[in-house]
């Protein structure tokens, strides 16, 4: 599975941005999807992610509430709606894919992983 991830850039505190997550292979349509986050000096964080349904988000305190997960599967992509950003949210956010469901991601390595799109929010 190959991800390609867009939709970073610079927002002022309390802004939205938008990030897509666009999938391609042969088990892209099947697959649990999600994003993480890493900022400088610091290890990456699970942010959300939603199984291949689409039924099933699932969140990270720090983003319940702020941020929507969803996909398309007609278009293998997924979409991660930031909302009521903080300078805190300030990371560069990768996209990932894996055949477990999301709340199993903490139990082994996450198998597909996309380039990073720098989000960053402006105090």
């Known amino acids: 599975v190959q991800l390609q991830a867009s939709g970073g850039g610079l927002v002022q505190a309390g802004g939205s941005l938008r990030l897509s997550c666009a999938a391609s292979?042969?088990?892209?349509?099947?697959?649990?999807m999600g994003w993480y986050r890493q900022g400088p000096g610091r290890d990456r964080e699970f942010v959300a992610a939603?199984?291949?349904?689409?039924?099933?988000?699932y969140y990270a305190d720090s983003v319940k509430g702020r941020f929507t997960i969803s996909r398309d599967n007609a278009k293998n992509t997924v979409y991660l709606q930031m909302n009521s950003l903080k300078p805190e949210d300030t990371n560069v956010y990768y996209c990932a894919a894996d055949p477990d469901t999301p709340m199993e991601w903490y139990l082994t390595p996450i198998d597909y992983w996309g380039q990073g799109t720098l989000v960053t929010v402006s105090s």
């Open positions: 292979g042969r088990t892209s349509s099947s697959i649990a």
């Open positions: 939603i199984d291949w349904s689409g039924k099933s988000p």
